[in-house]
């Protein structure tokens, strides 16, 4: 067994200092590109362990390096922002940041990597290459193309990811081939149209009304003109128009999200939403304005990598805990940035515990840290193996 018996008795004697270190990222977190205080802990816990560290890497970024062998670099990429959401938990360490949450498990998967740096730093240098990626910006789907940007992938060989998920129980991963997650871009549109009295409509060009029907319009289309079978969604999350209650706004803004699997759906959506919505306000006198933003592909796990994680998990877990999920998530992730250039796997840790666990992105979003140890023994076992495979290593 690559995870030895001396580094399950060193990961018991680390675990209390790195659940401190978690309650105390929980309680401070910071928003997308403001990672500073957070970047700077983890700068600092990395350099104690003996690990070659580079400060601003993709702006608030962390780039740390370990070993001197010759062979291939294998790395791990964990994620730091937090959501602008409040927290609801009642937890002793909640949030001190009034507004900001971490809501969707980073401050876990933080420390997943230093756990993850701190083993692998009592390894001999001369037998081992690994990199750490601890990335910024991850919520708002920039911070993997920053980091990217700077050169942090190059040279790696093979990326490891995780993210924990309130669906699975502690003490069990989700593992999946092929599309993990999905494809997502950033929709924008204005119509515009002409302003009147409220009590007589028919001598304006109401944008409130066919803003509505632009919404409705897609949804129907969805359902009509794209195969049920490989799933769409647009979703508008912002809607913002009209200057008085008494007069017909003369223009209106839509701002949403899409998200499909298809690839090469992806490319074409942007076309086919535009002709839709133009059409729709065309029809009542309206001329539409419609943006689209790329903002990640879909995560595409390899298989080689997922299976070599899946038996590394099986080690740890027992295969009865290791679930392989049939169907992709419509949530995006920007971890696929990176594997448009370099081939790499992502898994689902469970983290519901015996109080259950609510959603990502819910203000009482509590995953159990017995999670923590699992996520950090499969994914150093993990590395391990895949230096194993392609380095000279000696536990």
């Known amino acids: 067994m690559i995870f030895s018996e001396r580094m399950n008795l060193l990961l018991e004697e680390y675990l209390p200092e790195l659940l401190e270190i978690r309650k105390h990222l929980h309680s401070h977190p910071e928003l997308s590109g403001q990672e500073h205080q957070t970047a700077a802990l983890v700068a600092g816990e990395l350099r104690k362990y003996g690990w070659k560290v580079q400060e601003g890497i993709g702006r608030t970024g962390v780039l740390a390096d370990f070993g001197e062998g010759d062979g291939p670099l294998g790395a791990l990429r964990v994620d730091m922002d937090a959501l602008p959401i409040q927290e609801n938990t009642g937890l002793e360490y909640a949030s001190l940041v009034e507004g900001v949450m971490h809501a969707c498990g980073h401050d876990i998967h933080t420390c997943i990597g230093l756990g993850v740096a701190r083993l692998l730093s009592t390894l001999p240098k001369s037998s081992v290459r690994f990199r750490l990626l601890f990335q910024p910006a991850e919520e708002i789907a920039k911070g993997a193309y920053w980091m990217k940007k700077d050169g942090a992938i190059k ?8 993210h924990v998920f309130p669906e699975l129980s502690v003490g069990t991963i989700g593992v999946k081939n092929g599309s993990l997650t999905a494809a997502a871009g950033e929709l924008k ?13 028919h001598q304006a060009i109401d944008s409130i009304w066919i803003a509505s029907r632009v919404i409705g ?9 794209i ?14 128009g009209g200057k008085a ?10 701002l949403g999200t899409v998200r499909c699997l298809d690839p090469l759906m992806h490319q074409t959506l942007p076309d086919w939403i535009t002709e839709i919505v133009e059409n729709i306000a065309g029809a009542f006198g309206a001329k539409a304005i ?3 933003r790329s903002i990640a592909p879909p995560v595409n796990n390899d298989p080689e990598l997922t299976l070599l994680l899946k038996n590394a998990a099986i080690s740890i877990v027992g295969e009865q805990n290791v679930i392989h999920l049939e169907k992709a998530s419509l949530g995006a992730e920007d971890f696929a ?13 469970g983290v519901s515990g015996s109080k259950r666990c609510a959603p990502l992105h819910h203000g009482q979003f509590s995953p159990d840290e017995g999670s923590l140890k699992v996520g950090i023994q499969i994914l150093t076992t993990t590395l391990l193996s895949w230096s194993k495979l392609n380095c000279s290593v000696r536990d």
């Open 245 to 254: 209650f008494n007069v017909i706004a003369d223009r209106v803004k839509l």
């Open 337 to 349: 940035e990176f594997l448009r250039d370099v081939p790499g796997t992502m898994f689902r840790l």
């Open 155 to 162: 040279d790696v060989k093979a990326l490891f990811g995780v």
């Open 217 to 225: 319009g897609l949804q129907e289309a969805i359902s009509r003109k």
């Open 227 to 240: 195969d049920a079978l490989n799933p769409v969604v647009i979703s508008f999350g912002k809607i913002s």
């Open 290 to 292: 419609v943006s689209y």
């Open 189 to 201: 549109i204005e119509i515009i149209g002409e302003s009147g009295h409220g009590a007589r409509p």
